[in-house]
């Protein structure tokens, strides 16, 4: 009798969550459906038959890609870093990576122009050394997208890795693993779904960037610039037709992502 009381009032709890969480639910799908419902499938078809269009959606895929590797690259031993160091000045260096965040994105962009731009010290002369150039360049997208996606990157690999239990590290420090040997055949496996996690909300941030990457580099022109493009030029009709174009190959792409993540996490489970 007990244990049904508890059935009772835990499958309340779930409801209860389930009726409050719904509205946010209907709150991110309605609009979505609204885009969906007003399109005329010609209407779709020809906007989908524009080179432009194609290559725009090509561009932010691809761009967001990169930025989702850099950020691995570079991402993932800086949240190492921060959860396995006691170094001083570690907060402040938490807060630096979350500044992104909080900074509206037109700000972002005017900063990195300043400093990637022509005129600025790594756009311009050190650019030209390295043969390195942002301003109108995919260079320039992808270093536009990975200022604002970065943090989410690095804070859910940092989650991944305190969620490592230390004392499974000094087991295989034990039986004769080094320092490299550790990170790479204990910890990060374990820390994983954590850093996939990180990888494809970079890629998410990423591919919706507008502000930042239209400053920088308005050319070649992503997904969200030619959308913008398309609403000035020829209005409300082509610009939703595309960004449903655009919805529609980011959700394929989500659920792609998302059935390879939990198929990983079924072999990791019957590997153990």
Not at 79 to 88: C, D, E, I, N
Not at 110 to 134: C, D, K, S, T, Y
Not at 193 to 215: C, K, N, Q
Request: hydrophobic fraction near 60%.
């Amino acid at each position: 009798m007990a244990e049904r009381l508890r059935r009772a009032r835990g499958s309340g709890v779930v409801l209860t969550c389930w009726l409050v969480g719904s509205v946010l639910l209907a709150f991110i799908v309605v609009p979505l459906l609204g885009l969906a419902a007003v399109q005329p499938v010609r209407n779709l078809v020809r906007v989908a038959a524009m080179p432009d269009v194609r290559l725009a959606i090509w561009l932010s895929l691809l761009a967001a890609f990169l930025t989702a590797g850099c950020a691995a690259i570079l991402g993932v031993p800086l949240a190492y870093v921060l959860a396995r160091g006691t170094f001083g000045g570690r907060d402040v260096v938490a807060a630096i990576v979350d500044l992104p965040l909080a900074v509206p994105h037109t700000v972002a962009g005017i900063a990195l122009l300043i400093v990637l731009g022509r005129q600025g010290p790594i756009g311009g002369p050190i650019g030209e050394v390295l043969g390195l150039r942002f301003w109108g360049t995919l260079a320039g997208v992808v270093a536009g997208m990975l200022f604002v996606s970065a943090p989410y990157a690095v804070n859910a690999a940092q989650i991944g890795f305190e969620a490592v239990d230390p004392r499974l590290e000094k087991v295989a420090r034990t039986l004769g693993m080094g320092p490299w040997g550790v990170l790479l055949h204990v910890t990060l496996p374990l820390a994983w779904p954590g850093i996939m996690t990180g990888l494809t909300l970079t890629y998410a941030r990423a591919i919706s960037e507008f502000a930042a990457v239209a400053i920088l580099a308005y050319y070649p022109m992503t997904a969200p610039v030619k959308i913008y493009e398309m609403f000035l030029q020829f209005g409300l009709e082509d610009a939703s037709a595309m960004a449903l174009l655009m919805l529609l190959v980011t959700l394929a792409l989500f659920i792609l992502f998302r059935g390879l993540a939990r198929r990983r996490a079924r072999f990791a489970g019957a590997g153990r």
